[in-house]
């Protein structure tokens, strides 16, 4: 026999498969901000157009020092809490409802249509003149900011609750409450917490802007007050603690999403 | 209790799935349901269960389901309809929940239908972590708890492959000799039907209609594959259906 010349197959699979990185995450951000401080040590960035990062840490540690760092994150956790929990546990009951009944479904989906693309910050006066200059109108703007995803997330997640699931639960003679109780919410449970991410990283941005009428104290009126007398460190200071404070809940719901969701395939 | 389906017929507006059909169940027995597809088997099983309603026709509960009977009609679904959220033995107490039956009551039934499809191992276990043949043993495990007067199973043994399919025939045929139960079984497979049916009833395709009612006498335990007469009944079970199933699958979908 001749000899046949032997070639090994040429491998094209592989790749479509994201998989986590741990370190890389963190060394992007490390990367840029070495570059900026190299950056406007050497002069090549400009005073005016970044602070150098080493300045922003050293405000910081002097809100941190002073005391200031609590005196202003404590209002501005409390709004955010406050505003949010309100926002999205009415988000999730509205939604369900949407999700369960025909009627309440034709005449709440237009109503949440026209008033998701209204800018919040644009209601502020309205929210002053109905809930007060004090809390009760930053309580009502991060309210109404995070109900809208929140129930666009939630009839949407409830939509998608496996139908043959519920059809098991009513031939198994399960009351309508049962099934809502014991099916339809946990089955929702997925979508209504990837829906919770946007509505808290909402709620984060509408702090700022509820602060920006009557508030002496609160992140947001701090950012405010820096921007308007353009002082950079502090400005960046507080938007880094913003940053944070969004990186700290979205790892919060990542948490609660192993905890609950761990039935998932 | 027996169920009689009488006179049902059914069609979607002007589109007829089913005509005039009517059957008897009777209690002890299980009776299979073959036909071609889109002949309205499975939805003749949900008629019989109340989760759906024919155009005409009714189906009648004759007399009361025995003692102690939890919910008289209960399904074996093809794609199992497990609770994913749930362990295999919360995912039986769910049925027993609204029931109020709760706590060592409720322990009680689970250990026994669990024991009983030889699941006791894995009562902690989640759907996930199981196979499909474990996951319909968990069904019927379910679906016993409630100590059902008609168990009504559509296709459950479609959705596993050819292997796993054979040993869940055999544990049905065991848990039927221990205590027989009343079953309307769909399938398309004929071989399941001859396997596990008393009477093997014959759809025609749509509009669906009643061909034959094919007796099988052979005890349920006896039956061996190689059996001559249970080849002579599948030979038969096949001739009636293959024309069928030829029109039907020439058959344009417009549903």
């Known amino acids: ?265 | 209790m027996d169920i009689r389906l009488d006179g049902i017929s059914h069609s979607y507006d002007d589109f007829e799935v089913m005509r005039d059909i009517s059957l008897d169940i009777p209690k002890g027995q299980i009776l299979c349901i073959v036909g071609p597809s889109g002949c309205g088997k499975s939805t003749l099983l949900r008629f019989i269960g109340g989760l759906e309603r024919p155009t005409s026709g009714r189906v009648l509960q004759m007399g009361e389901p025995p003692e102690g009977c939890l919910n008289p009609l209960t399904y074996v679904f093809q794609d199992f309809a497990l609770l994913p959220w749930r362990t295999v033995s919360g995912n039986i107490s769910l049925v027993l929940e609204d029931h109020g039956i709760k706590g060592a009551a409720a322990q009680e039934i689970i250990d026994d239908v669990l024991a009983r499809t030889k699941l006791t191992d894995f009562a902690k276990a989640l759907p996930k972590q199981l196979s499909g043949g474990m996951k319909q043993r968990v069904a019927i495990a379910r679906a016993l708890a409630v100590k059902p007067a008609v168990m009504l199973m559509d296709e459950p043994l479609s959705a596993l492959d050819a292997q796993t399919r054979e040993l869940l025939m055999d544990d049905l045929v065991d848990l039927w000799t221990r205590q027989p139960f009343t079953a309307v079984y769909v399938t398309h497979n004929l071989a399941e039907a001859v396997r596990l049916g008393h009477k093997v009833v014959v759809l025609s395709r749509r509009p669906g209609r009643i061909r034959e009612v094919v007796n099988i006498d052979t005890p349920l335990a006896e039956r061996e594959t190689g059996d001559a007469d249970l080849e002579t009944a599948q030979k038969h079970l096949w001739l009636l259906m293959r024309d069928e199933a030829r029109a039907a699958d020439a058959e344009l979908i417009n549903v």
């Not at chain 1, 809490?81 to 989906?109: K, Q, W």
């Open chain 1, 1 to 265: 026999m001749s000899e046949v010349e032997a070639k090994s197959v040429v491998f094209r699979g592989g790749g479509f498969a994201p998989k986590p990185q741990r370190w890389v995450g963190v060394m992007v951000f490390v990367v840029l901000i070495a570059i900026a401080e190299m950056g406007t040590r050497a002069g090549w960035i400009s005073a005016l157009t970044l602070p150098k990062p080493s300045d922003v840490l050293e405000t910081m540690q002097g809100l941190y020092t002073s005391g200031l760092l609590f005196k202003h994150l404590g209002p501005s956790l409390s709004r955010l809490a406050v505003g949010a929990a309100i926002g999205v546990s009415i988000g999730i009951s509205v939604g369900v409802l949407i999700g369960l009944f025909s009627y309440i479904r034709s005449g709440m989906v237009p109503l949440i249509a026209a008033i998701f693309p209204i800018p919040k910050i644009a209601l502020l006066p309205l929210f002053v003149i109905w809930f007060g200059i004090g809390e009760g109108s930053k309580y009502a703007l991060i309210a109404f900011g995070t109900f809208t995803p929140t129930v666009v997330a939630t009839y949407g997640a409830v939509d998608n609750v496996d139908r043959t699931l519920i059809r098991m639960g009513q031939s198994f003679g399960l009351s309508w409450w049962s099934i809502v109780r014991k099916i339809v919410l946990p089955g929702a449970m997925p979508g209504i917490l990837s829906g919770l991410r946007i509505s808290l990283a909402i709620a984060i941005i509408l702090l700022v802007a509820a602060e920006m009428l009557g508030a002496e104290y609160g992140i947001g009126a701090y950012i405010l007050e820096a921007g308007s007398l353009y002082d950079l460190e502090r400005l960046f200071a507080g938007v880094v603690i913003l940053s944070l404070l969004g990186v700290i809940i979205s790892a919060a719901i990542g948490w609660i999403e192993r905890r609950l969701l761990g039935w998932r395939m």
